[in-house]
């Protein structure tokens, strides 16, 4: 399998701008409106496009994690919304530790 970074991350801009932007115009939210999976999602995009390290660093590995458990969440939030809720509520916990850590490192 061939790397390319350069690739990877115009496709992850692309995708942050898709969810982002509608009209031209900054949308909140993300794609399915206000709530904690669209938040922890687009907050989980912001982190991804921060991430300079190799696609195996931990960093990545913990964001790959968070957004499979995203992914669980959308999976199940009509058959389980209390349950989707806890997943997105730990994915949203886990990414704050992450920007924190990420900011204290920056000062």
């Known amino acids: 399998m061939r790397m390319r970074p350069r690739?990877?991350?115009?496709?992850?801009?692309?995708?942050?701008?898709?969810?982002?932007?509608?009209?031209?115009?900054?949308?909140?939210?993300?794609r399915d409106g206000r709530n904690s999976i669209s938040e922890a999602e687009h907050l989980?995009?912001?982190?991804?496009?921060q991430v300079s390290d190799a696609m195996y660093s931990p960093r990545f590995k913990e964001l790959e994690a968070i957004r499979q458990s995203l992914?669980?969440?959308?999976?199940?939030?009509t058959r389980r919304p209390h349950t989707a809720d806890a997943l997105a509520a730990d994915a949203l916990l886990r990414?704050?530790?992450?920007?924190?850590?990420?900011e204290d490192a920056g000062r």
């Open 7 to 30: 690739q990877q991350l115009l496709d992850l801009w692309r995708a942050h701008l898709r969810t982002s932007f509608r009209d031209g115009r900054w949308v909140w939210g993300g």
């Open 44 to 49: 989980l995009g912001q982190e991804f496009l």
């Open 71 to 77: 992914d669980r969440a959308t999976e199940i939030r």
């Open 95 to 102: 990414l704050d530790a992450l920007a924190h850590a990420r």
